[in-house]
Nanobody
Framework: QVQLVESGGGLVQAGGSLRLSCAAS????????MGWFRQAPGKEREFVAN????????YYANFVKDRFTISRDYAKTTVYLQMNSLKPEDTAIYYC???????????????WGQGTQVTVSS
């Protein structure tokens, strides 16, 4: 299984930007669909975005379309989530995950990072 470590979270004002990174190791990076999920206090973990093995196809939750961008760097075996126009409701722990097949369901992702906190103040 691939191991994942997220970084880049923090505190930002509404309207600001953050870029999350997820470094992968211990597996063949190009074999995995990579995804980002988030979980706010008292809520279930929800899908944010995913990217295909080849990096060509991306898919986003409706609530982040046109604000967030997912990308991957094969040389660095890292997946990114660029988050712009952040809103207080984006506050959550953000998790990186890897799957063998395209999916938006957390149960289909085999490997998970420890998460990184994103807090957006109003």
């Amino acid at each position: 299984q691939v191991q994942l470590v997220e970084s880049g979270g923090g505190l930002v004002q509404a309207g600001g930007s953050l870029r999350l990174s997820c470094a992968a190791s211990g597996g063949t990076f190009s074999n995995y669909i990579m995804g980002w999920f988030r979980q706010a206090p008292g809520k279930e973990r929800e899908f944010v975005a995913n990217i295909s093995r080849g990096g060509i196809m991306t898919y986003y939750a409706n609530f982040v379309k046109d604000r967030f961008t997912i990308s991957r760097d094969y040389a660095k075996t890292t997946v990114y989530l660029q988050m712009n126009s952040l809103k207080p409701e984006d506050t959550a722990i953000y998790y990186c995950a890897a799957a063998r097949a395209p999916s938006t369901s957390p149960s289909d992702f085999d490997s998970w990072g420890q998460g990184t906190q994103v807090t957006v103040s109003s």
